[in-house]
């Protein structure tokens, strides 16, 4: 069974940084992070592939770097300038492309406020 584990969420202040982490149980060509505020649908929020292509929503462009570490199936979101509007149940994503299944980690809270 494909195992996503989150961790590092918790409360910071607006301004402030926080870096997420997922372990997967194997490797996949694309892995994630998408995040879901109460009373909102889940939205995407970056990829990246195996080597190392990225894709953010505008609305965390120039804040959020993704990253991976292939030899540890592991993905990071590196959050910087935090605002409140960033509060969210953050999820982490792999994709596989032959069987065109998604996986999910358990989510992750983040909570930006002063």
């Known amino acids: 069974q494909v195992q996503l584990v989150e961790s590092g969420g918790g409360l910071v202040q607006p301004g402030g940084s926080l870096r997420l982490s997922c372990v997967a149980s194997?490797?996949?060509?694309?892995m994630g992070w998408y995040r879901q505020a109460p009373g909102k649908g889940r939205e995407f929020v970056a990829t990246?592939?195996?080597?190392?292509?990225?894709n953010y929503a505008d609305s965390v462009k120039g804040r959020f770097t993704i990253s991976r570490d292939n030899a540890k199936n592991t993905v990071y979101l590196q959050m910087n300038s935090l605002k409140p509007e960033d509060t969210a149940v953050y999820y982490c994503?792999?994709?596989?492309?032959?069987?065109?299944?998604?996986?999910w980690g358990q989510g992750t809270q983040v909570t930006v406020s002063s």
């Open positions: 194997g490797r996949f060509s694309r």
């Open positions: 994503n792999a994709y596989n492309a032959y069987t065109v299944d998604n996986y």
């Open positions: 990246i592939t195996s080597g190392g292509s990225v």
